[in-house]
């Protein structure tokens, strides 16, 4: 799930979706654009000012670091950082995973407890091949809703127990909120299980199986509004994607841009 703001626009667009090294994340300013502090409850969003130009999240980047949350790589490199959820095997992360091997770009996958459950080859493969596995939760609920450190706790530490049972390995400590809900004490609780909560600074609708994007749909959204350290959402599910993803990353990288890991 994601929002945009669009410039001059108050209001906020909402979707539902199921969906090492080489980063440092810093803060970025953005002239006099106004972002609010954490509230009790948000919905992540972004208001994009100009093309090219990293967006404004709807929480300020400097509260969103004292909680150890990022939406932003290092704004000062003509870097992308391309991460994936995927709440379920769609028959697609297998060329997707193809494409980033041809290109030697490093992903972050995001994944529930389904997608292990079921795919634990595709994970394994994953792992084999340098990307990351990062959390998104073993169920994909509304976490903002879980107020109790004990089941939020467990929503994590499931999946963490399923990921070293399937792989052998402990997961990084990367956390993404399904749908992209979240709270400052749910923030406050990943950063205590010793989390970086990721959000991203650049995704579009690609979720829907029956309305698929087309390719110019997709590019009009992921090409001009690339940007330095752009941390980058897309899902696995999408048949688009899948057929974009090799063109996708050679207009990138023939922009000037290097497409490296997030931080871990």
């Known amino acids: 799930m994601y929002f ?32 609010p502090a954490i509230s009790t409850d948000v919905n992540w969003g972004l208001s ?13 980047v400097q509260e969103l670091q004292k909680l150890n949350a990022y939406y ?9 950082h391309l991460t994936f959820d995927a709440g379920y095997e769609n028959g697609y992360t297998a060329n997707i995973l193809d494409v980033l091997k041809k290109h030697h770009v490093k992903a972050t996958f995001f994944l529930v407890g389904n997608f292990i ?26 976490m903002s809703a879980i107020s109790d450190e004990s089941s939020f706790k467990a929503e994590l530490t499931k999946l963490e127990n399923l990921y070293q049972k399937v792989t052998g390995q402990p997961m990084k400590k990367l956390y993404r909120p399904p749908q992209g809900k979240f709270s400052e004490s749910n923030l406050a609780m990943a950063q205590k299980m010793g989390y970086k909560t990721i959000f991203w600074s650049l995704a579009y609708v690609d979720w829907y199986n029956d309305k698929q994007p087309t390719k110019e749909e997709a590019f009009d959204k992921l090409i001009p509004r690339i940007h330095n350290g752009a941390i980058v959402l897309l899902h696995s599910t999408s048949k688009t994607n899948s057929e974009i993803l090799d063109e996708l990353l050679t207009q990138w990288e023939t922009m000037g841009y290097t497409i490296a890991p997030l931080a871990v």
Not at 50 to 59: I, L, T
Not at 121 to 134: P, S, W
């Open 72 to 80: 932003l790589g290092d704004t000062s490199q003509k870097t992308i």
């Open 48 to 60: 994009f000012q100009n093309d090219g130009d990293p967006p404004v999240g709807n929480a300020s």
């Open 4 to 35: 945009i703001i669009k410039k001059k626009t108050a209001a906020l667009v909402l979707s539902a979706v199921l969906l090492v090294s080489g980063a440092i994340f810093i803060s970025a300013g953005y002239g006099k654009t106004s972002v």
């Open 117 to 142: 459950e079921t795919s634990p080859d595709l994970v394994k493969r994953m792992v084999a091949e340098g990307h990351t596995v990062g959390n998104h939760t073993y169920t994909h609920p509304d």
